[in-house]
């Protein structure tokens, strides 16, 4: 469940910003991304905007996630490849956090620190390397599967 989900940036309100126009499908498949308690990929987003729209074509999933990709409002995550070569979005949050994939039962948490924040920083002065994505993620066992 990504406790970050509060500070997730309004995707609406970022693309009209933009000038993005705003149809029904891409209302929707983003008041999906924006909500969802979990890191969807592209094949599960499909499958829970179809419910509430069955004219929606997979090929306007695609397209509207590489739309979000362009502007920078969504994180692409591979999560260890616990699942293949599937690949998870979820909207940018504005602290990053970092993934633990439980390489047991699958089950990804999300963990923040002011550590992470730090060490961007650090990374930042040292290198005087302008960050503008970051990625963690830890694969392990969780607290339900560990040995
Ligand atoms: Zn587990
Ligand atoms: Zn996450």
Same mark, same amino acid.
């Given at each position: 469940?990504?406790?970050?989900?509060?500070?997730?940036?309004?995707?609406?309100?970022e693309?009209?910003?933009?000038?993005?126009?705003? $149809?029904?499908q =891409?209302r /929707?498949?983003?008041?999906?991304?924006? +909500?969802?308690?979990?890191? *969807? !990929?592209?094949?599960? #987003?499909?499958?829970?905007?179809?419910?509430?729209?069955?004219t929606?074509?997979?090929? $306007?999933?695609? =397209?509207? /996630?590489?739309?979000?990709?362009?502007? +920078?409002?969504?994180?692409? *995550? !591979?999560?260890?490849? #616990?699942?293949?070569?599937?690949?998870y979005?979820?909207?940018?949050?504005?602290?990053?956090?970092i993934?633990?994939a439980?390489?047991?039962?699958?089950?990804?948490?999300?963990?923040?620190?002011?550590?992470?924040e730090? #060490?961007?920083?650090?990374?930042?002065?040292?290198?005087?390397?302008?960050?503008?994505?970051?990625?963690?993620?830890a694969?392990?066992?969780?607290?339900?599967?560990?040995?």
């Open positions: 469940m990504p406790e970050s989900r509060d500070l997730r940036r309004p995707l609406e309100q693309l009209i910003s933009r000038g993005v126009r705003m $149809t029904h =891409r /929707l498949l983003i008041q999906i991304i924006q +909500g969802a308690d979990s890191h *969807l !990929d592209a094949l599960a #987003l499909w499958q829970r905007a179809r419910r509430q729209d069955p929606l074509n997979k090929v $306007t999933v695609y =397209r509207t /996630l590489a739309m979000l990709k362009k502007y +920078g409002l969504v994180d692409e *995550l !591979d999560l260890m490849h #616990l699942e293949g070569g599937r690949h979005y979820e909207a940018r949050t504005t602290r990053d956090h993934h633990l439980c390489i047991k039962c699958g089950r990804i948490q999300e963990f923040e620190s002011s550590l992470f730090k #060490l961007k920083g650090q990374i930042e002065r040292e290198r005087r390397f302008s960050i503008k994505v970051v990625r963690v993620e694969g392990g066992f969780c607290d339900r599967c560990k040995p």
